[in-house]
């Protein structure tokens, strides 16, 4: 017997044992279905009871060996939960991202307007300033939002923005943190 | 990034190029964002429970009057 073997064997009988555990308990609602819980965010919505109510209450089991036999029912409503979990992370993301791409926009504007001197310097400058924050801020957000929704391809693409707003801002910082939140504003 | 007042005639075209490009990647972000959105609420309603919740929605939906007045 390979060493392979034996652990997976160890695994099986300490799965078992645990199973039968489970089964004492009334209503567990443990994802044991397909063998080793998985470390997701729809285990974690199911382990801390987040329902969303529009799919209605999640189906009863008498135990967790149901579900080892079929999990059709409930499997499809976790699946529906944390589907709009992530729906409701994305959209967040998408307004995030909105923002920001505002910001972008009006800066441009603003940069528009002051090379056809239609504004001061100074009106110029405040104008884009009091936005900076906020943009680096939303972008931030979109981000996080996008993690939380388990899509890190998105995050790993917007990495190296988050990092040029990180280096480019070490005076946004400082003012922020030490001054108030206005006196960005020249 | 930050302007400053004295710099801002001189640093306008540049900043106007990174902006442009940043606008560019966060356009390609948002189209990705708006499928992602897409693709979850289509895969929310495709599940048993969502076809109910949906079937459940429009059916109070119908027995609206707003519903009639068109």
């Known amino acids: ?186 | 990034m930050l302007m400053d007042v004295t710099e801002i005639f001189n640093r306008a075209d540049a900043e106007r190029q990174t902006r442009s490009r940043k606008l560019a990647f966060l356009g390609f972000v948002e189209v990705i964002t708006a499928y992602k959105i897409t693709y979850a609420a289509v895969h929310a309603l495709m599940t048993t429970a969502g076809r109910e919740a949906l079937a459940k929605v429009l059916r109070e939906a119908a027995h609206t009057p707003t519903y009639h007045m068109f």
């Open chain 1, 1 to 186: 017997m390979s060493e392979f073997d034996r652990y997976r064997r160890l695994g099986a009988r300490a799965e078992a044992s645990s199973a039968t555990e489970d089964a004492k308990r009334v209503d567990s609602r443990d994802a044991r279905a397909h063998g080793r819980p998985r470390a997701s965010m729809g285990a974690f919505c199911r382990w801390a009871r987040f329902d969303f109510s529009i799919f209605g209450d999640a189906p009863e089991r008498a135990s967790t060996a149901d579900m080892t036999v079929d999990a059709g029912e409930a499997a499809a409503h976790a699946r529906a939960v944390v589907t709009v979990f992530h729906f409701i992370a994305y959209s967040l993301a998408g307004f995030a991202f909105g923002f920001a791409v505002f910001v972008n926009v009006y800066v441009m504007i603003a940069l528009d307007d002051l090379q056809s001197d239609f504004v001061n310097p100074h009106d110029a400058t405040r104008r884009i300033n009091r936005l900076i924050a906020w943009e680096i801020g939303a972008h931030a957000c979109g981000c996080a939002f996008m993690l939380v929704g388990g899509h890190w391809v998105m995050v790993l693409a917007n990495a190296p923005l988050v990092y040029y707003h990180y280096i480019g801002c070490a005076r946004l910082w400082n003012s922020f943190f030490i001054h108030s939140f206005r006196s960005l504003s020249p």
